[in-house]
């Protein structure tokens, strides 16, 4: 069976990308999972809270740059 190596595509219009597989779909889903699980044990702790929340953001980032089919740029559509 072959594995398609791309889970994201570049947008149509603006910045970024948008999941393709459940792979992508996964990485998404899961994202949010933990940013919703994060908010009620690190309430207390504003710095922390915002470590987690900056961490989570960059490791959906960099995941989706790499398994992007495409480059990130401004798109017009």
Known sequence: MARNKYWFRPKH?????VPITWEG????????VFLVSLTPLLAERPDYFTAGVLAL??????????KTDGDWRWRWG
């Open 57 to 66: 953001s960059i490791s959906l980032v960099w995941v989706s740059q790499i």
């Open 13 to 17: 219009y603006g910045y970024g990308a």
């Open 25 to 32: 779909w996964f990485v998404v889903v899961m994202f949010g």
